[in-house]
């Protein structure tokens, strides 16, 4: 939405990023799935280099900076700031083994610099109003505004921009209108398709970085999935899983073997073949995946798993609690 509403705010924090380290070349990374953002990049960038905003003398000045769009061809894991370097230089994107850090030795060997848009747009209004008015949106260590997309079985869908601190069902109940289908909320997916899954029990949850990991959840990308009770919270689980595999580049072994066997275990878990004993070795699974994976995509993914079998433990074959109790 910003690269295709107001690209210029963008352009212009990226070349302040690049004046204040010294660099003189920046790379914006967009996924092919999205034509009318390169569209719109590519005349922007045309139109400020123009205006003199970007090149060898930016305003008459000895500062010298310029933009280039590349298109990537669309994996998931190139959300990765290592594996988005490889495939800028060509190569398949496959994450990198830290050290060394991206600001030491990164694109072609370069100290590089890597933000996301969010970041980068975020500077010149910074720049503009004092680091004040960026600081009285929020609460706690969480400040400025996040773009929120409300999607799944929700009356409102879109995207809405808000401060840190409104709580999971304001954002829900309140913007989102509850759901589309009529039927009462079971879940809310946060942070994209690898985020923990909260039941209504916890949408009293403001909406910041340090309250969702204390209740082991993700902001992420401030992406928000309702579902309504006829969701199958096991098949929700398996979906993270097989999503992992079929996104992992391969490279470590917690990530690329970890997520395959995840979807059988999981499969023997909802059969109801030694429950205790596989959901053990599932937890013990999401331990490993999560502490030895390279990157995030392995180290993200027992989120949803364990959010799902801790929450929604009925849906994994487990006696629901009324009936444990009436037993």
Do not use: W
């Not at 894991?77 to 600001?103: H, N, Y």
């Amino acid at each position: 939405m910003i690269m295709e509403g107001d690209p210029f705010v963008l352009i212009e924090g990226m070349t302040i990023a690049g004046i204040a380290v010294g660099a003189t070349a920046g790379y914006i990374y967009v996924r092919s799935e999205y034509p009318h953002a390169i569209r719109a990049l590519e005349v922007a960038l045309e139109e400020a280099r123009n205006r003199n905003m970007l090149g060898r003398a930016i305003c008459g000045s000895h500062h010298a900076f310029d933009i280039e769009v590349r298109v990537g061809a669309g994996a998931y894991v190139c959300g990765e700031e290592t594996a988005l370097l490889d495939s800028l230089e060509g190569k398949r994107g496959m994450v990198r083994a830290k050290p060394p850090l991206p600001a030491h030795k990164g694109l072609f060997g370069c100290p590089t610099v890597i933000n996301n848009v969010l970041s980068l747009a975020s500077v010149p209004i910074i720049l503009d109003k004092g680091a004040e008015y960026y600081r009285d949106f929020g609460m706690g260590r969480s400040r400025g505004t996040m773009p929120i997309q409300l999607a799944g079985n929700i009356k409102h869908s879109g995207l809405f921009e808000v401060g840190f601190g409104m709580t999971l069902g304001e954002l829900v109940d309140d913007i989102g209108g509850g759901t589309a289908s009529g039927h009462p909320v079971r879940a809310v997916q946060v942070g994209g398709p690898l985020g923990a899954y909260f039941p209504r029990e916890l949408f009293d949850t403001p909406f910041d970085y340090e309250a969702f990991a204390a209740r082991d959840g993700l902001i992420g990308h401030g992406g928000i999935v309702v579902f309504d009770d006829s969701v199958d919270m096991a098949r929700q689980a398996r979906f993270a899983m097989e999503f992992c595999a079929v996104e992992s580049c391969g490279k470590c072994t917690p990530c690329r073997v970890g997520s395959t066997r995840g979807v059988e275990v999981i499969d023997r878990i909802i059969a109801n073949k030694d429950r205790a004993g596989n959901v053990q070795l599932l937890e013990d699974l999401c331990h490993t995946m999560k502490l030895g994976s390279l990157c995030a995509l392995g180290g993200f993914t027992p989120y949803p798993v364990l959010s799902a079998l801790n929450h929604f433990p009925e849906d994994f074959g487990a006696t629901p609690p009324a009936r444990q109790a009436a037993e």
